[in-house]
């Protein structure tokens, strides 16, 4: 089984990641199965494959013909990252369109030979059929190896359902405790519900695969680097904000206008991974929108 | 008129392309282009500075944490705290170990293949043919970036987008029994890094025609000016003309205001030049060549071996490979240094929301990183202006591939492509940072 690894716009956190594999990488390319990787070899056109990897965001015509050429060489694609996934945090530039983006960086320039940039930033599955989902910011070295242990061997990599509550090992506070708080003004204690006790966490509809590594171990109201869980994609009338608004409201015994007014900077707190993310924004209390069409891919 | 591209530039970090225009009479042309802007400062519009850190942090994925801290400090100027001593210590362990692993892969996996197989097939200059030949360089290479790793995740949380630090804080400290666990293996690492840094040195050396041929042009230095020693984090910069003349130290408020952004014509990467100097060179050849010691036993030792075979100022972009390898040397050296520290001391403080401007610079692994951030009273984030190093170095790097050009021509000369992009990768650029 041969693999691309192609990125598109992103950080190459997901690369380093790739890197970082230590004895599955050198398995990897010991037995010669990488034959796509610009980051790593001397090569332009993307060779036929059987996995290929797509790390980023589409955000102009040159990512886009790189994502179709992929599609068109590569038996199956994954989306790697929550960029791919879900649009990430880069996704967050959706709040602005293009040309207002780039006037306000570059002012009136005109480049030559630049390509057409995207009128939306969305998922990777958006502009190509995607066969696996792999999110993470970036998704850990565990996830990524068993991830590629599965697919290289022609099984159906496992998808992570639940939450990050799920695998959350944390106590309650007590309720109610003060807030809605922010982490640089009064730092949270370790062990316990971080929602519980006042933070804008989003577990509760963050995907798990984590470990909970946030909350767990260090003690910090998770940011929602996963992405949605099954439940948050699919349930039409689950929204990022409302939710995570309502069990604020509840913990710190506030009304849930008081928590708005408090956390007030709800496109970063709510939504920093998944903004662009068509399932969430297509939203209506009436359901049924096509994400609902890509549960089995999902 | 001749014409030469390269689309993609391969082994790099980010998606970027070449084009040399050679008219008749004219001197050759180079152009870097990258697209794709992501507008990092206008996403971070509106953030709390609560959720400022991990936004600016997917930046880049190589040099998140020093975004991260760059964006910290530049909002503590803004509300004018001061990180305790012991956070200080902790960023500056953490900076250290990002810094170790980014050159380790870029050494590794970007450059080492040219060195190692300079007249083999470009297809075969990878870790993967590397691997096939001699299996223990790419896992003495990667065990490396898997050092620098190992400590990132202790310190930060997490090795890519660490998540321990935040505005004025930290979220835990290294207890004593990591702090020993960190220290042996570094230990045990010491043959790997001294075995390393001498395959770097001969390598070039063995090459050394070559080295001192490509890209060698003379242009200013710009770097955080350390107490006679190299520095990450500083109040000072300094700024020097390319023999090593004119030299000037700038506050970071000085520095901010002598520079000078303007558009690219083909690319979505904005060039920075000092006022006075013009296009500036960052990086680890201007650290070294301003402030001409790395201030540790080891490092400086290796360091007086580099100055008396390539002189000083050092202007060869290759010779930017040795540097890297002793400021991996250095790195690790005042990673033990830093991890003997007891954790004695706060590690966070409270931090309360305020209206404000501050800006920070640091020293990234490929050269100055700038940050300027405005605030509302309410925490906000009302403006926010970064400089990234590619945004310096486009400019030389430039100067260096259109000399390249020059003296071999475009033209009929097979080896041409090669000795381009072994030049670019000397300079290690970053795209994602320059596009961000």
Redesign the interface.
């Given at each position: 089984m041969q693999i691309a690894l192609v990125s598109l716009s992103s950080c190459l956190g997901c690369q380093a990641v790739f890197l970082g594999m230590e004895e599955y990488l050198y398995a990897i390319i010991g037995e010669n199965r990488i034959s796509f990787a610009p980051f790593i070899m001397d090569n332009r056109e993307v060779a036929p494959v059987d996995l290929a990897l797509v790390e980023g965001t589409v955000r102009h015509a040159g990512h886009f013909m790189r994502a179709r050429e992929v599609r068109e060489k590569a038996e199956r694609v994954v989306a790697l990252g929550t960029c791919a996934c879900f649009g990430g945090v880069q996704g967050l530039a959706d709040r602005f369109a293009e040309d207002t983006m780039l006037r306000r960086r570059f002012g009136d320039a005109a480049w030559e030979g630049a390509p057409a940039g995207v009128k939306r930033l969305l998922p990777l599955d958006s502009f190509i059929k995607v066969d696996y989902f792999l999110p993470g910011c970036p998704p850990t070295q565990d996830l990524l190896r068993k991830f590629l242990e599965a697919a290289l061997a022609g099984a159906q990599p496992q998808r992570e359902e639940t939450t990050v509550c799920a695998e959350c090992r944390v106590v309650s506070p007590g309720i109610p405790q003060p807030g809605p708080r922010r982490t640089t003004e009064a730092p949270p204690e370790r062990g316990k519900c971080l929602m519980e006790a006042g933070y804008a966490c989003m577990g509760p509809l963050t995907r798990d695969g984590c470990g909970a590594l946030c909350p767990t171990l260090m003690g910090l109201p998770c940011r929602g680097c996963r992405g949605p869980s099954d439940r948050a994609l699919l349930d039409p009338h689950v929204d990022m904000r409302e939710e995570t608004v309502r069990r604020l409201a509840r913990a710190t015994d506030s009304k849930a206008g008081e928590v708005e007014s408090a956390v007030n900077d709800p496109v970063h707190a709510f939504y920093m991974f998944c903004l662009a993310e068509p399932a969430l924004r297509r939203r209506r209390p009436e359901g049924s929108s096509p994400f609902v069409q890509r549960l089995g891919e999902r | 008129m001749a014409e030469l591209v390269i689309?993609?530039i391969?082994?790099?970090?980010?998606?970027a392309a070449l084009r040399i225009v050679a008219e008749e009479a004219t001197p050759p042309e180079a152009c870097l282009?990258a697209?794709?802007?992501?507008?990092f400062?206008?996403?971070a519009l509106?953030?709390?500075?609560?959720?400022l850190l991990?936004?600016v942090s997917?930046?880049?994925?190589?040099d998140?944490l020093f975004h991260q801290l760059c964006a910290a400090m530049a909002v503590e100027k803004a509300l004018g705290v001061e990180a305790p001593s012991r956070l200080r210590l902790l960023r500056e362990l953490a900076l250290h170990a990002q810094l170790f692993e980014r050159h380790a892969?870029s050494l590794s996996?970007h450059s080492l293949p040219d060195l190692l197989f300079p007249s083999s097939d470009?297809?075969l200059?990878?870790?993967?043919s590397i691997?096939?030949v001699d299996?223990e360089v790419?896992?003495r290479l990667?065990g490396l970036?898997?050092l620098g790793?190992m400590v990132l995740q202790e310190v930060g949380?997490?090795?890519?987008?660490p998540?321990?630090f935040?505005?004025?804080?930290a979220?835990?400290d290294v207890p004593g029994e990591k702090r020993d666990a960190l220290r042996s293996k570094l230990e045990e690492a010491r043959p790997l890094l001294v075995e390393t840094s001498r395959l770097i040195k001969l390598l070039l050396r063995r090459n050394e025609e070559m080295a001192s041929r490509i890209g060698n042009v003379p242009a200013p230095s710009l770097a955080l000016r350390g107490p006679g020693q190299v520095t990450m984090t500083g109040e000072r910069a300094a700024v020097v003309g390319p023999q090593g003349d004119g030299e000037q130290d700038l506050s970071p408020h000085d520095l901010l205001g002598r520079l000078r952004e303007s558009?690219?014509?083909?690319?979505?990467v904005?060039n920075v030049s000092v006022e006075g100097y013009g296009e500036t060179r960052v990086g680890p050849l201007s650290r070294i060549n301003i402030n001409g010691h790395y201030g540790t036993s080891l490092a400086d030792g290796e360091l007086e071996e580099v100055k008396s075979q390539w002189g000083f100022p050092i202007h060869a972009c290759l010779v930017g490979h040795v540097l890297r390898i002793l400021e991996m040397v250095h790195a690790w050296e005042k990673m033990h240094e830093l991890l003997k520290e007891p954790d004695e001391g706060e590690i966070?403080l409270?931090?309360?929301?305020a209206a404000g401007k501050g800006a920070a610079v640091l020293e990234a692994p490929e050269g100055m990183l700038i940050y300027e951030v405005e605030l509302t009273g309410?925490?906000?984030v009302k403006d926010l202006n970064l400089v990234t190093p590619l945004q310096f170095n486009q400019r030389v790097l430039e100067t260096s591939l259109a000399k390249i050009a020059e003296e071999v021509g475009i033209e009929g000369e097979p080896k041409i492509m090669d000795m381009l992009q072994m030049a670019i990768r000397a300079y290690a650029p970053c795209i994602?940072c320059g596009?961000h």
């Open positions: - | 689309d993609p391969t082994r790099i970090g980010g998606i282009s697209f794709g802007y992501r507008g400062e206008q996403i509106g953030a709390h500075l609560d959720n991990p936004v997917r930046i880049c994925g190589l998140s892969v996996v470009p297809s200059r990878n870790l993967v691997y096939s299996e790419v896992r990667l970036k898997s790793s949380g997490n090795s890519v987008h998540v321990n935040r505005t004025g804080g979220a835990r558009n690219s014509a083909y690319s979505h904005r966070s409270e931090v309360k929301p309410e925490g906000l994602p596009l």
